[in-house]
T-cell receptor, first 115, second 110 residues
Framework: DSGVTQTPKHLITATGQRVTLRCSPR?????VYWYQQSLDQGLQFLIQ???????AKGNILERFSAQQFPDLHSELNLSSLELGDSALYFC??????????????FGPGTRLTVL | EDKVVQSPLSLVVHEGDTVTLNCSYE??????LLWYKQEKKAPTFLFML????IEKKSGRLSSILDKKELFSILNITATQTGDSAVYLC??????????FGTGTRLKVLA
């Protein structure tokens, strides 16, 4: 158990809908990262937040957005869902923003299925 | 474009064998290279490498980085069936981006 929690575990929804994935980082970790893992794409970095502010963006679609709240939990919002958005979405956390350590601890993931 | 390439894509060995997994990279502003093991769900951290030539070890696993040739290897000696997993290599760049390779799928047969 990494100490990172993600909810829900599974999510099944229809095309065109909007969903919110939630992540609580390990106690004391200030950085939260979101990743998408699909069978054909591998693990793709989406976005990083550090202490409430966006720090880095990866391959995140405009239909997706994220935020980190004052209590450091983070939410990833996916809208206008398409079939191709079906994937495993991981959240990871680390202590710093990548200064002295880049070790990330991954949550168990949320499996999103878009029908 | 930043990229991380892992090889082989997949390998099958017998218990007791030694395996070497490769990770080569091309990124701007390299900061560190990380290895993860992914079994059924979430990746778990193995090593972080920042300096060339310094081997990191944890039990039967070891890893080393060559920043001149832009690659890293992960060695697993005396493999066990519990080592069966996908091994992911990731590179952290100076802009706080993380680029992952597609992984090497290792299967260890009893």
């Amino acid at each position: 158990d990494s100490g990172v929690t993600q909810t829900p575990k599974h999510l099944i929804t229809a095309t065109g809908q909007r969903v919110t994935l939630r992540c609580s980082p390990r106690s004391g970790d200030l950085s939260v990262y979101w990743y998408q893992q699909s069978l054909d794409q591998g693990l793709q970095f989406l976005i990083q937040y550090y202490n409430g502010e966006e720090r880095a963006k990866g391959n995140i679609l405009e239909r997706f957005s994220a935020q980190q709240f004052p209590d450091l939990h983070s939410e990833l919002n996916l809208s206008s869902l398409e079939l191709g958005d079906s994937a495993l979405y991981f959240c990871a956390s680390s202590v710093e923003a990548g200064g002295r350590t880049d070790t990330q601890y991954f949550g168990p993931g949320t499996r999103l299925t878009v029908l | 474009e930043d990229k991380v390439v892992q090889s082989p894509l997949s390998l099958v060995v017998h218990e007791g064998d030694t395996v070497t997994l490769n990770c080569s990279y091309e990124v701007t502003n390299f900061r560190s290279l990380l290895w993860y093991k992914q079994e059924k769900k979430a990746p778990t951290f193995l090593f972080m490498l920042t300096s060339s030539g310094i081997e990191k070890k944890s039990g039967r696993l070891s890893s080393i980085l060559d920043k001149k040739e832009l690659f890293s290897i992960l060695n697993i000696t005396a493999t066990q069936t519990g080592d069966s997993a996908v091994y992911l290599c990731a590179v952290a760049s100076g802009t706080y981006k993380y680029i992952f390779g597609t992984g090497t799928r290792l299967k260890v047969l009893a």
